[in-house]
C-alpha cells in the first residue's frame, strides 16, 4: 500500500517553531531518500529538503539559510522537519515524498505563519 501521512502543522507566530512529522509506507520509505516540498497560495510546489537512506546527507533549498533540520529514522519509516526561526513566507502547504518526488502524493499539513 502506497501511503504518504504529514502531520504537525499549525498556527504559529513569526520567530516560532513547528516539527513536522511524516509517515510513509515501507514501500515508499524503504532505502530511499526522501524530501519534503511546500506550496504556497498561488504558487508551484517548491522544494524544501531532502535526506538520504542513512541520513548521514541532506540537502535544503536555499531559502531555508540553516532555520530547518530534517532527520528520519527508519524502524519507524518516519522523517521528521524540525523548523526554527519561522517567517511569514513559510506559510504553506508541506509534503513528504521521495526526493525525487513520485507521482503521488499525500494531504500535506498546513503551516501558518502569522502574527
Known amino acids: 500500500q502506497v501511503q504518504l501521512v504529514e502531520s504537525g502543522g499549525g498556527l504559529v507566530q513569526p520567530g516560532g517553531s513547528l516539527r513536522l512529522a511524516c509517515a510513509a509506507s515501507?514501500?515508499?520509505?524503504?532505502?530511499?531518500?526522501m524530501g519534503w516540498y511546500r506550496q504556497a497560495p498561488g504558487k508551484e510546489r517548491e522544494f524544501v529538503a531532502a535526506?538520504?537512506?542513512?541520513?548521514?546527507?541532506?540537502n535544503f533549498g536555499n531559502f531555508v539559510k540553516g532555520r530547518f533540520t530534517v532527520s528520519r529514522d527508519n524502524a519507524k519509516n518516519t522523517m521528521y522537519l524540525q523548523m526554527n526561526s519561522l517567517k511569514i513566507e513559510d506559510t504553506a502547504v508541506y509534503y513528504c515524498n521521495q526526493h525525487p518526488p513520485l507521482d503521488y502524493w499525500g494531504q500535506g499539513t498546513q503551516v501558518t505563519v502569522s502574527s
Open positions: 535526506i538520504n537512506w542513512s541520513g548521514g546527507i541532506t
Open positions: 515501507s514501500a515508499i520509505f524503504s532505502i530511499n531518500p
